[in-house]
């Protein structure tokens, strides 16, 4: 892998086994950390961030990394909240993509851990190294197949407005 540092933050919840997070730690391409571990500058993916994701957050993952919380997703909202809250970092949302995963094979915002990750990196210039953590898994092909338009979109915007417009515009498809 490139020099991008990846991180794992594991809160209990979901089936250790069934992590797709868990899996790139032991794969070695993400490191297990804790919370006071998390650089101050690394991108956390929260999907309560006010902030979208863009190109030009790539500075931030080249120099201090990428986060994912690994959590389970059926928990009460205010305590997912509370828990990105105590994330120290530059906190942002990705935009609307498609999960590839079988277990929500096309829904959107519901990506598995490794997803975030490999959206995160391909939307900020990383696209090799989002085609290496997705080849881990057998479905991993199908996430880009999914979105390869919204992502190249996205990847290739000027600033954050230009992002939001593709997304905007999608969600106006999906509407009509």
């Known amino acids: 892998m490139s020099k991008v540092k990846l991180y794992v933050l594991r809160i209990k919840g979901d089936d ?4 797709t997070a868990l899996k790139l730690v032991r794969l070695g391409l993400a490191r297990r950390v804790r919370f006071s571990d998390v650089p101050p500058k690394a991108i956390v993916l929260d999907p309560f961030s006010d ?22 997703w059926n928990k009460p909202i205010h305590e997912l909240k509370a828990i990105f809250s105590r994330v120290r970092g530059v906190h942002r949302v990705l935009p609307l993509l498609f999960a590839g995963n079988p277990i929500n094979y ?21 696209k090799d190294e989002a085609r290496l953590l997705l080849s ?16 190249e ?11 939001l417009r593709i997304q905007d515009s999608v969600l106006r498809k999906i509407k009509s």
Not at 16 to 19: A, M, N, R, V
Not at 136 to 151: A, D, M, P, Q, V
Request: hydrophobic share 40%; net charge negative; proline share 4%.
């Open 16 to 19: 250790p086994k069934k992590s």
């Open 51 to 72: 902030y979208v994701l863009s190109p030009l957050d790539r500075s931030y993952i080249e120099g201090c990394g990428l986060v994912v919380i690994d959590t389970s």
């Open 106 to 126: 096309a829904v959107p915002t519901k990506l598995s851990s490794v997803e975030a990750l490999a959206a995160a990196l391909y939307i900020t210039g990383f």
């Open 136 to 151: 881990k898994f057998k479905w991993g092909h199908t996430f880009i197949e999914l979105n390869r338009e919204l992502l």
């Open 153 to 163: 979109g996205y990847s290739s915007a000027n600033d954050v407005n230009d992002v």
